[in-house]
C-alpha cells in the first residue's frame, strides 16, 4: 500500500518534471550553455600552440629555467621554420593579433620579421633573427611566446584584475597608469551601492504611505509606479538626457526659480547617472517592500501606540523589523540589477562613469580582444551569482514577485 | 497636532517621489510635438513633422517591423515553455527543485551584458548571428523565467479539486486542461506573455551583439539615434512607446484583477 502510494507520487514528480522538460533544455541550451562558453573563453589561449607546435612545445622546459636566458638555437630554429610555414599558411595575422595583446608592437615586430626571413640561415638561426630585429635578442618576446604556448591561460583573468605574468612568469600588478578593470569594478559597485541607498531612502516612505492607504486608492497610485517599470529603459535615458542638459527643463527651472545663477552640468557625469539609474531602478526596490508591508497587520502598530509608545519609538520597535524582509529583497534585486548597467551609465555618463559592462561590450566589438572580456565577464558574474545565492537564501526564489 | 503634522510629510513626500517617477515620462511628450528641432521646453509651435518623419523613414519602419517579429518569436517560445514548466513544477516536491528553480529564474538577474557576449561567441557557429531568429531564441530564453513566474504564482490561488472535479466528471487529462485549468489561470498566462514580450521589445544590449544593419530593433535604432544625434523624432518614438507602454500596464492592470476574482480571493 505504501509503496503502491510511493510509486504514484514518483509517477507525479516524474511527469511534472517532463511537462518542465522543454523550458529546462531551452534554458541549459540558449542561456547556460553560452554563459559556459563564455567562460571557457576567458581562459582559452589562443592560436599559438596550433600554429607554433614545435615552438610552443620546446618552449614550455624552457619556461621553467631559472633565471632566464636566451632560448637555445633548437628554439630558434623551430620557431624560423614555423614563422615561415605560417606566413604560408596565412595563419600568421592571427597570431600575431594574439601576440599584440602581450604587447602593443608584437604585431609588426612578428609580421615584419617573416616578410624580410632568409630562406637559410647567416650562420646561425639566433643571429638571423637578431640580426633582423635586437628585440629577437631580448628575453622579452620569448617570455610572450611562452605564455601564448599553451593551450590554457589564467592571463586574462589575471589582466581582468589588473595583474600580469613578468618576463620570469612572476605575477606583478600592472603599472597603475593601465590599471583600468579594478577601478572600473569599484566604480561599478561604488555606484550600484550608492543607487540602492538613494532607491531605499526614497522607496520606503512612499511603500509605507501606499501601503497604509485603502487598496482602491493605493491600486490606482500604484500604477504611476509600474508605468516608467513598463516604459522602455532607452525611453526613459532619452527623456533623463533631455531633462538634464544645460538648456533642459530642469535647469531653466532652477534658474527660473532663482535656486541658482548658471545652469547646472547634469548630464555625461555622475550625478546624471545616479539620477537616472535610480529613476529607473526605484520600482525594484518599491514592489518588494510594498507587498511586504501590506502583509503587516495594522493592528500591531495601533497596539503599540495604545500601549503608550510615541509614534517613532512604535515604528521602530515593530513596524521597521516587520518590513525589514522586503527591504533586503529590494535591496539585493536593485544591487543585482545595477551592477549589470551598462546603456544608461553609457549614454548619460562621462569617460569617469563606465561600469564593467560597458567595458566589456567595448573589449569584444572594438578592440576584439574577446579573452579579456569573456574574463571581466566572469569576474561579474562571479559577483552577480554570489549575490543572487544570498538573495535566494535570504528571500527564495518564490519571493520574485512581479506587478 | 503631531499626527498631522507627520501625515502631511509623508503625504508630500509621496508625491514628489510619484512626481520624480512619472515626470520625466511626460516632460518629452510636449517636446515631441514641437515645431523646432531643438529640445527644451515652451515649444515655439506646435506641429506633427517629427511623427511624420518617424513613419515615413524606411529605417524606423524597418526597425518596429523587426521588433514586432523578434518579440513575437520570443513571446511565443517563452510562454509555451514557461507554462508547461509551471505546471510541472507546481505542488511537485522534489529533492534539488529548489537549486532547478534558481537556475530556471537565473536568466532575470544574471547581467544583460554576459548573457549577449555569451550569445555573440555562441550564436555564430550556428549560423543564428545577424538573424532575427537568433535574437528571438535570446530573449525567449530572458522572458521565459517571468512567465515560469507568473503563470506559479496563479497556480498558487489555484484549487486542484476543480480539475479532479472535471477529471472524476470523466473529462480527458487535455480537456479538464482546457476547459478548466487554462480559463483558470489565463491571466497569469497572458501577464506572463506581457512580460516576455516587453523584455524582448525593450532590450538592447543583446541586439548590440547579435544583430547587422538589416536585423536593426526598434530599441537599437533608438540607441543609435541617442548616441549620435537626440533628435526630437526620437522623442516622438519615445512618446510612441510611453503610450504602448500605458497600453500594456492597462491590459496587465485589469488582468490580474479578473485573477484575483477567478480564484475567489476577496
Known amino acids: 500500500m505504501r509503496a503502491s502510494l510511493r510509486r504514484a507520487e514518483r509517477a507525479r514528480t516524474l511527469r511534472g518534471l517532463g511537462l518542465a522538460l522543454p523550458l529546462i533544455l531551452f534554458t541549459f541550451v540558449f542561456f547556460l550553455l553560452p554563459i559556459a562558453g563564455m567562460l571557457v573563453k576567458s581562459v582559452q589561449n589562443g592560436p599559438m600552440p596550433d600554429i607554433l607546435p614545435q615552438t610552443s612545445a620546446l618552449l614550455q622546459p624552457w619556461r621553467a629555467t631559472e633565471p632566464r636566458t636566451l632560448p637555445d638555437e633548437a628554439v630558434f630554429a623551430a620557431f624560423a621554420e614555423e614563422l615561415r610555414t605560417a606566413a604560408r599558411n596565412r595563419t600568421l595575422p592571427e597570431l600575431a593579433s594574439r601576440l ?29 633573427l637578431v640580426g633582423l630585429n635586437p628585440q629577437w635578442g631580448e628575453v622579452a618576446i620569448w617570455a610572450a611566446l611562452g605564455r601564448a604556448s599553451p593551450r590554457l591561460t589564467e592571463g586574462y583573468l589575471l589582466a581582468a584584475l589588473d595583474h600580469r605574468r613578468d618576463d620570469n612568469d612572476n605575477v606583478q600588478p600592472i603599472d597603475p597608469s593601465r590599471a583600468v578593470y579594478v577601478a572600473a569594478l569599484t566604480r561599478t559597485l561604488e555606484i550600484s551601492a550608492i543607487v540602492t541607498f538613494l532607491c531605499l531612502v526614497l522607496a520606503y516612505p512612499l511603500a509605507y504611505r501606499l501601503a497604509t492607504l485603502p487598496e482602491s486608492t493605493a491600486n490606482l497610485l500604484m500604477i504611476l509606479v509600474l508605468l516608467p517599470f513598463w516604459t522602455s529603459l532607452l525611453v526613459r535615458t532619452a527623456s533623463w538626457l533631455v531633462i538634464l542638459q544645460r538648456e533642459g527643463p530642469l535647469n531653466e527651472a532652477l534658474q527660473w526659480l532663482g535656486v541658482i545663477g548658471q545652469p547646472l552640468d547634469l548630464v555625461f557625469n555622475r550625478p546624471g547617472v545616479l539620477i537616472a539609474m535610480t529613476h529607473v531602478l526605484l520600482p525594484f526596490m518599491v514592489l518588494p517592500i510594498y507587498s511586504v508591508m501590506k502583509g503587516i497587520p495594522p493592528n500591531y502598530m495601533r497596539a503599540a501606540t495604545s500601549l503608550g509608545a510615541p509614534f517613532f519609538t512604535a515604528f521602530r520597535r515593530v513596524y521597521l523589523p516587520l518590513s525589514l ?34 567595458l566589456i561590450a567595448f573589449l569584444t566589438l572594438q578592440t576584439l580582444n574577446w579573452g579579456l572580456a569573456a574574463a571581466l565577464g566572469a569576474v561579474l558574474l562571479v559577483i552577480t551569482v554570489a549575490l543572487y545565492l544570498v538573495y535566494t537564501r535570504v528571500v527564495g526564489t518564490d519571493g520574485m514577485k512581479l506587478g | 497636532m503631531g499626527e498631522r503634522i507627520r501625515a502631511i510629510v509623508l503625504w508630500s ?25 531643438f529640445l527644451s521646453l ?17 529605417a524606423w519602419g524597418r526597425a518596429i517591423l523587426n521588433s514586432f517579429i523578434v518579440g513575437a518569436i520570443a513571446t511565443v517560445i517563452a510562454v509555451t515553455l514557461g507554462t508547461l514548466a509551471a505546471l510541472g513544477l507546481h505542488r511537485n516536491a522534489f529533492r534539488g527543485k529548489a537549486l532547478l528553480m534558481g537556475v530556471l529564474i537565473s536568466p532575470m538577474i544574471v547581467p544583460i551584458v554576459i548573457v549577449a557576449l555569451g550569445s555573440y561567441f555562441f550564436y555564430a557557429p550556428l549560423g543564428l548571428s545577424s538573424s532575427l531568429l537568433g535574437l528571438g531564441l535570446a530573449h525567449a530564453a530572458l522572458g521565459a523565467p517571468f512567465v515560469l513566474v507568473t503563470v506559479s504564482a496563479t497556480l498558487t490561488g489555484f484549487d486542484p479539486n476543480f480539475a479532479r472535479a472535471a477529471a472524476s466528471l470523466g473529462a480527458a487529462p487535455l480537456t479538464a486542461f482546457r476547459r478548466v485549468t487554462l480559463p483558470i489561470i489565463a491571466p497569469g498566462v497572458i501577464s506572463g506573455a506581457l512580460f516576455a514580450f516587453v523584455t524582448s521589445f525593450d532590450e538592447v544590449v543583446v541586439a548590440l551583439f547579435l544583430t547587422g544593419p538589416l536585423q536593426r530593433t526598434l530599441p537599437r535604432q533608438m540607441f543609435d539615434g541617442i548616441r549620435e544625434n537626440i533628435s526630437p523624432t526620437i ?21 490580474r484583477r479578473r485573477s484575483v476574482r477567478l480564484r475567489g480571493i476577496r
Open chain 1, 100 to 128: 599584440n595583446f602581450e604587447n602593443a608592437g608584437y604585431r609588426s615586430l612578428l609580421m615584419a620579421t617573416a616578410r624580410r626571413l632568409p630562406e637559410t640561415p647567416a650562420g646561425s638561426w639566433r643571429d638571423t
Open chain 1, 325 to 358: 524582509p522586503g527591504v533586503t529583497a529590494g535591496c539585493l534585486l536593485v544591487f543585482i540589477l545595477s551592477i549589470g548597467y551598462y546603456i544608461t551609465p553609457l549614454l548619460i555618463g562621462g569617460p569617469n562613469d563606465q561600469m564593467v559592462s560597458a
Open chain 2, 42 to 58: 515652451p515649444i515655439p509651435g506646435v506641429s506633427l513633422r517629427w511623427y511624420e518623419t518617424l513613419l515615413t523613414s524606411p
Open chain 2, 235 to 255: 522623442l516622438a518614438a519615445a512618446t510612441l512607446l510611453i503610450l504602448f507602454a500605458a497600453g500594456l500596464l492597462l491590459t496587465a492592470e485589469l488582468l
Open chain 2, 13 to 37: 513626500f509621496s508625491a514628489l517621489v510619484l512626481a520624480f517617477l512619472v515626470l520625466p515620462l511626460l516632460v518629452i511628450l510636449p517636446i515631441s510635438f514641437s515645431s523646432a528641432s
